[in-house]
């Protein structure tokens, strides 16, 4: 504050802080080309952490006063097969959140889940190591850890009250803060310890304001462990590949690509063999500053509501 | 058990077994609700002689949001003057706020509330310390610092 050379009569500045009834912490909104209304919807407290399957064309309704360059990439979208979408909390946590819930997701409905879940839990269990190698005492990370690769294990052994992971009850572990959380702070930690390993990607470290070098183990600390800090490439780079998972992002961005029959960008994060073999790769979609799960089905199977 | 329970019963263990930093006290840790520990800071520095108390409030939110931490303020124990702790104790950085992370520990937290201390060349409290302190909430955590500057 420069607020030392003015006469202290009144207050000349708002003060630099803000006093809250609830500790909370929103995405800062950005000016966005499309219905602000929508996206701030996301940050809403009481949304869940992960909703239901909807229809996309929910979607698509609240773009109809907007920008037709959206309601065309949805349109495109739904045409390709792509009917549902899985909404996620828009707490800068939503690209980890995504993430799992579709990797959980590809191992459950693997045409051999058992030997789904076996790879997926060697390929877990590789991870601690790489960890530590980032200097990170087990002592931080080994109850995330846990908590992720219990509920894999769910998935074929019951637990302690004789319950397998079924689509419901992962759709109820994930909005559970505590197992939610869990797994998106393990999910974090794995993307530094990622990054840290790899030195090549400090040429792609940018301050996600600012857009200036950040020094690796700054950008980390930062933007990387911190809850509530949104993905960028490198970030999602970094945890495909060291959760060899297979991740499609579908770009609804609102640009106009001026490809009449092609109008969504689909990036490919890693091609590389996933855990899952032969499994469809987890499809993500953005919207500016949110991520989502995008699905072939539009609605859950009845197991959710059994 | 709750995840906050489980790790601060691990942190205890651990200070136990290892001790704690130089200049670094655990005063108390009775329950996995509050904590407190002495804090020193060493060597030729501007509060040489000084002795502080932090205190720790955790909930079941450990260690993905971060504790609540600040200065012991009572008949025995002052916050230290410094641009980034006001009067009440409470102190702004970012690492209580929205740069926490989970991988830090109360040990961390210490050391890098000793660190911001050890290295402060000037004794002032922050510009607005009266209209805060005056404003104030309890809990520290209530309050949303904007932080300026990390290098004071």
Redesign the interface.
């Known amino acids: 504050?420069q607020?030392?050379d003015l006469p202290e009569l009144e207050?000349l500045q708002p003060?630099?802080?803000?006093?809250?009834?609830e500790?909370q912490?929103l995405t800062p909104l950005r000016d966005y080309e499309m219905d602000a209304q929508a996206l701030f919807a996301e940050s809403i407290p009481d949304r869940p952490l992960v909703g239901p399957l909807v229809p996309m064309t929910s979607l698509r309704e609240e773009y109809e006063n907007g920008s037709q360059v959206f309601l065309k990439q949805i349109d495109w979208l739904i045409s390709r097969g792509y009917t549902g979408v899985r909404r996620t909390k828009g707490d800068g946590d939503c690209f980890y959140r995504s993430l799992a819930f579709g990797y959980f997701e590809r191992i459950l409905h693997a045409p051999d889940a058992e030997l789904a879940v076996m790879s997926a839990i060697s390929s877990i269990e590789s991870t601690p190591p790489l960890l530590e190698a980032a200097g990170?005492?087990p002592?931080?990370?080994e109850?995330?850890y846990e908590?992720f690769l219990s509920l894999v294990k769910r998935i074929l052994t019951p637990d302690e009250n004789g319950k397998v992971l079924t689509p419901a009850a992962l759709l109820e572990a994930f909005n559970d803060p505590?197992i939610s959380?869990?797994i998106v702070?393990y999910l974090r930690?794995l993307t530094s310890a990622q990054i840290r390993a790899d030195p090549e990607i400090s040429d792609f470290l940018l301050h996600p304001e600012t857009a200036e070098f950040v020094e690796t183990r700054e950008f980390c600390?930062?933007f990387v462990?911190?809850?509530?800090k949104e993905a960028d490439h490198p970030q999602m780079q970094a945890l495909t590949q060291a959760l060899r998972v297979h991740v499609v992002i579908a770009y609804l961005d609102g640009h106009s690509r001026g490809k009449e029959e092609d109008p969504v960008n689909f990036v490919d994060l890693h091609k590389a063999v996933g855990t899952v073999p032969e499994a469809e790769p987890v499809t993500l979609l953005y919207r500016p500053g949110h991520y989502d799960l995008l699905d072939t089905r539009s609605e859950d199977p009845m197991d959710y509501y059994m | 058990m709750?995840?906050s329970t489980?790790?601060l019963q691990?942190?205890l263990v651990?200070i136990q077994k290892q001790g704690t930093p130089v200049g670094i006290t655990l005063l108390s840790a009775d329950d996995f609700q509050t904590w407190l520990f002495t804090v020193q800071v060493l060597g030729d520095t501007i509060y040489s002689g000084e002795l502080f108390a932090l205190k720790f409030r955790f909930d079941g939110q450990y260690?993905?949001?971060p504790p609540a931490v600040q200065f012991v303020v009572d008949e025995k124990y002052q916050a230290p003057v410094h641009p980034h702790v006001y009067s009440n104790g409470h102190i702004?950085a970012s690492i209580l706020g929205?740069?926490?992370?989970?991988?830090?520990?109360v040990i961390a937290v210490c050391v890098t509330i000793q660190s911001m201390l050890a290295s402060c060349k000037k004794k002032e409290r922050p510009?607005?310390n009266e209209?805060?302190v005056k404003?104030?909430?309890e809990n520290p955590?209530?309050?949303?610092?904007?932080y300026?500057d990390d290098t004071v």
């Open positions: 504050m607020a030392m207050d003060p630099e802080y803000t006093i809250m009834d500790f912490s990170f005492q002592l931080v990370f109850d995330f908590t505590e959380n869990s702070v930690l600390e930062n462990e911190a809850m509530g | 709750a995840v489980r790790r691990k942190e651990e260690p993905i949001q702004c929205n740069e926490w992370s989970p991988v830090l520990s510009p607005d209209r805060y404003h104030a909430p955590k209530k309050t949303q610092f904007v300026h």
